[in-house]
């Protein structure tokens, strides 16, 4: 148990459509970054927020984008969906320069 | 940006066999982890290791950042230990983010 928490834990989108992937970071954490993970391979870095703001991008379009509240909880958002994105969506939290511990994991597939 | 390479890719060991697990990373680091990935996609934090070695029951790490690498050794395997292993770096002095190798696929046979 790593006490961070996503949901929804499946999801079912068509192409063109938006999304929004949640992420409750575990207590005292003050950073939260989103990995996506597509089949067979290894996580690939999204975004990172620290205190609210985005700090760290990864090489993913504007298209992918996200919240970071003041309770540390976070958003990634997905708009207009293609079947490439079909993937495990992975949030991890930290405090900073500490190890990450990750939630179960979002699985998105679109068609 | 730096590079992660795991070896082997793939290992089927029977039950009770004892394994070794590489992680090659390409430049100084930050951060290191070693990960366990689950049947249903959670990573399961095994070891926070940028340095040194450090042993939980049957796993136990090794870094040797000097030389760029660190190895995972399971031993007494369990059909449990089955599945992707993970190593992800930080690069040190770099943006906050991990690295994730391809991974190492073990599969424990009873």
């Known amino acids: 148990e790593t006490g961070v928490t996503q949901s929804p834990t499946h999801l079912i989108k068509t192409r063109g459509q938006q999304v929004t992937l949640r992420c409750s970071s575990q207590s005292g954490h003050n950073t939260v970054s989103w990995y996506q993970q597509a089949l067979g391979q290894g996580p690939q870095f999204i975004f990172q927020y620290y205190r609210e703001e985005e700090n760290g991008r990864g090489n993913f379009p504007p298209r992918f984008s996200g919240l970071q509240f003041p309770n540390y909880s976070s958003e990634l958002n997905v708009n207009a969906l293609e079947l490439d994105d079909s993937a495990l969506y992975l949030c991890?939290?930290?405090?900073?320069?500490?190890?990450?511990?990750f939630g179960q994991g979002t699985r998105l597939t679109v068609v | 940006g730096i590079q992660v390479e795991q070896s082997p890719p793939d290992l089927i060991l029977q039950e009770g066999a004892n394994s070794t697990l590489r992680c090659n990373f390409s430049?100084?680091?930050?951060?290191l982890q070693w990960f366990h990935q689950n049947p249903w996609g959670q990573l399961i934090n095994l070891f926070y290791?940028?340095?040194g070695t450090k042993q939980n029951g049957r796993l136990s790490a090794t870094t040797v950042a000097t030389e760029r690498y660190s190895l995972l050794y399971i031993s007494s395997s369990q059909t449990t230990d089955s599945g992707v292993y993970f190593c992800?770096?930080?690069?040190?002095?770099?943006?906050?983010?991990?690295?994730f190798g391809q991974g190492t696929r073990l599969t424990i046979n009873p």
């Open positions: 290791i940028p340095s």
């Open positions: 991890a939290s930290r405090r900073t320069n500490t190890e990450a511990f």
């Open positions: 992800a770096v930080e690069e040190y002095q770099g943006a906050q983010k991990l690295v």
């Open positions: 430049d100084s680091v930050n951060n």
